[in-house]
């Protein structure tokens, strides 16, 4: 079972290692940590996913709003939220490949090549973790040189009832 927890906090030193320090010290496993400032820069909000039974989960929700540095703690499901990853990789390309990375890059739609040197390429993609590790698999085929990728983003979805 996986929960998104967004946490807004307030933007210092340490505050982030105290929250992550929360998750090993109670051995909950952190699957995507990603912070960034608000429109506030006094406040920054740290997406955190994480998975675990339903015990686990309710536990996470309440040692985080025990925290002083956690202004509010929301948490949603994957299905009741918007969630993007940007992912970046470099892949060594020759004659005989070229033509099927690009197509690749075409089938998925939200992938773009950034980048072209003589023998490299630098494709960028955001999307859903599940899309971006698709890229990932299919690019198995060619030589991947280096990967770099963010943390999930979420919002939870919108709806008309929001105050």
Do not use: H, W
């Not at 085929?141 to 983003?153: D, F, H, N, P, Q």
């Amino acid at each position: 079972m996986k929960r998104i927890y967004s946490v807004l906090v307030e933007n210092r030193s340490g505050v982030l290692c105290k929250v992550s320090g929360l998750f090993s010290r109670r051995c909950f496993n952190i699957d995507s940590l990603a912070v960034g400032e608000t429109d506030d820069p006094a406040v920054s909000v740290i997406t955190i996913v994480s998975s675990g039974d339903k015990r686990t989960i309710e536990q996470i929700e309440k040692q985080l709003n025990k925290k002083i540095d956690i202004i509010k703690v929301k948490t949603f499901d994957e299905s009741a939220s918007f969630s993007r990853e940007l992912l970046m990789v470099k892949v060594k390309y020759n004659k005989s490949n070229r033509k099927d990375i690009m197509e690749i890059c075409d089938v998925l739609k939200t992938a773009s090549i950034e980048e072209v040197s003589k023998n490299y390429m630098l494709i960028q993609m955001c999307d859903t973790p599940e899309r971006t590790a698709l890229l990932i698999q299919l690019l198995k085929s060619v030589s991947i040189v280096e990967i770099a990728r963010t943390g999930t983003l979420a919002l939870p979805k919108c709806s008309e009832t929001e105050a």
